[in-house]
């Protein structure tokens, strides 16, 4: 890990962190958010399946997780590079991806996005919510959990050999499921290992990264380098 020690992993490769800019550490460019969906009001199912439309804006803004095309941004590249575009002209730099397995995480589509918008962008590895974890996953020992990650940074993810730069963000829900609690503890062993960043999504429970953190802690994990997210939840 020599080689990767006080550098940037992006999806184009490394780089220095002097090198970084202006970067938001905390967002999704392509990803399926199916998994949250709410359902809306009685009366105002209808709405959910409508396209998005200005006619519909007020609604979709206080509904957001009830509208089923507004959770699948894997069908908004063009629209996500136009955004990138604006995010670089304003003095951007790079972007921390934040979308995990199960979520559609898709790093061919990080790298093109990089490619043509100049922006730097650092995918993450790891594991979202336990509703999301498939059966496969949900079998999968620490050890067997803890390889998984380590090889999306040092090897490549979803099948490439395009690789992360940060584990998570790791997805917990309250309360905390044995499935998550599984890729936390992995989370740390892999963290032990790459000395890399860590990102969290807490479960909406005012106890849930308290309970995260002494997880990490036991498992060996660098909380100095760990973030806890949608703490202002």
């Not at 202006?22 to 009685?42: G, I, Q």
């Not at 790093?107 to 498939?134: M, N, P, R, W």
């Not at 290992?193 to 807490?202: A, F």
Request: hydrophobic share 35%; net charge negative; aromatic share 6%.
């Amino acid at each position: 890990m020599s080689s990767l020690k006080g550098k940037i992993q992006t999806v184009l490769g490394l780089i220095e962190p002097s090198q970084l800019g202006y970067t938001m550490t905390h967002e999704h460019l392509t990803m399926d958010f199916s998994c949250c969906y709410y359902p809306p009001p009685p009366g105002q199912e209808a709405l959910s399946e409508k396209p998005i439309e200005m006619k519909h804006l007020f609604w979709l803004k206080q509904n957001s997780y009830s509208h089923k095309e507004n959770l699948l941004l894997y069908e908004e590249t063009d629209a996500v590079r136009e955004e990138l575009l604006h995010y670089k002209a304003a003095g951007g730099g790079s972007i921390v991806e934040n979308t995990t397995t199960g979520i559609m995480r898709d790093v061919k589509i990080l790298k093109q996005l990089s490619e043509e918008t100049g922006v730097h962008v650092i995918a993450g590895a790891g594991f979202y919510v336990d509703a999301t974890h498939s059966s496969e996953t949900k079998a999968m020992s620490v050890e067997q959990l803890t390889e998984v990650i380590v090889n999306e940074v040092l090897n490549g993810a979803d099948g490439s050999n395009i690789k992360c730069g940060v584990i998570g963000e790791i997805g917990c829900s309250w309360p905390l499921t044995d499935s998550e609690n599984r890729v936390l503890k992995a989370t740390a062993h892999a963290q032990a290992q790459l000395g890399c960043p860590v990102i969290i999504h807490p479960g909406r429970n005012g106890d849930s990264p308290f309970q995260i953190i002494r997880i990490l802690q036991e498992a060996g994990a660098d909380i100095s380098k760990t973030v806890m997210s949608h703490l202002d939840r």
